[in-house]
């Protein structure tokens, strides 16, 4: 029997469901080895578990998500989540700098009918995650090397080095060191094949904090280029708000603004 695999949507914009399915032709291949069957942004049809894959894409954001995501995890053998909401919370995640209610009542009309959590956190926060894969949205080429990686057994191999390297690897100059613009990419998992400095932008943090990254000494490169503590805030919060390293950066900058 073919394994079977199981898509799972929580609090998203579906982005990264639709990279595998963005796939084409390689999807055709990874269909013809893999029974799918729970994936509801590419077909109505319902296969009951148990699930040798499951993949998680979204974050966690009301008490229900947080019953689904248990029962995702004890009917699969394996589960990856995919994306910046499920590996860090998301852009949703700035709820958890704030006071959640503020937020519902200037976004609703009718806030008492919202039911939702403090916070945003990633599935890994309620269960065990058998890998993660980062990005907003993910690589296409790196979610194909997951799933093929869990069929037959092996560790995924993903690479853990910085933007920096891929810029490198395309003869892209360094747009910090050449022209001051402030880019995330000494500090950022590697993944996107450095599409923002390619075109004289500073890199946005989409895939998260690289594996080894030294916060600090990058966030006094920053300020030493004229970068604010408020502006530091910013930079940091925005699609992996909540990943830890992201996290601990922006509180610093803004108890930092604080005292000014």
Not at 27 to 55: K, T
Not at 85 to 90: K, R
Not at 107 to 114: C, F
């Amino acid at each position: 029997m073919q394994p079977k695999l199981a898509v799972w949507k929580f609090s998203s914009c579906d982005g990264c469901q639709l990279t595998l399915l963005d796939c084409e032709d390689e999807l055709l291949e990874v269909a013809g080895q893999v029974e799918i069957a729970y994936f509801l942004e590419a077909s109505r049809a319902v296969v009951a578990g148990p699930y040798d894959l499951s993949i998680v894409e979204g974050s966690i954001t009301t008490a229900d998500d947080v019953e689904r995501i248990r029962e995702v995890r004890r009917m699969s053998r394996h589960v990856v989540s995919i994306g910046a909401c499920a590996t860090a919370g998301g852009i949703q995640a700035l709820r958890n700098f704030a006071d959640v209610r503020e937020f519902t009542s200037v976004v609703y009309a009718h806030p008492e009918y919202i039911h939702t959590l403090d916070r945003s956190t990633p599935p890994s926060a309620h269960i065990d995650i058998d890998f993660e894969l980062h990005g907003c949205p993910i690589d296409k080429g790196q979610l194909l090397e997951v799933i093929t990686a869990f069929l037959h057994g092996r560790r995924p191999q993903i690479a853990s080095h910085s933007v920096c390297v891929e810029c490198k690897r395309r003869g892209t100059v360094c747009v910090m060191v050449s022209k001051g613009i402030p880019c995330l990419g000494p500090v950022t998992h590697a993944g996107c094949g450095a599409i923002c400095p390619a075109f004289n932008r500073g890199c946005y943090g989409c895939f998260g904090p690289a594996d080894t990254t030294n916060i600090p000494a990058f966030v006094g490169a920053l300020s030493a280029a004229g970068m604010s503590d408020f502006d530091l805030v910013r930079v940091f919060r925005t699609f992996n708000a909540e990943a830890p390293a992201f996290r601990e950066a922006s509180m610093a900058a803004e108890a930092a603004e604080d005292r000014r």
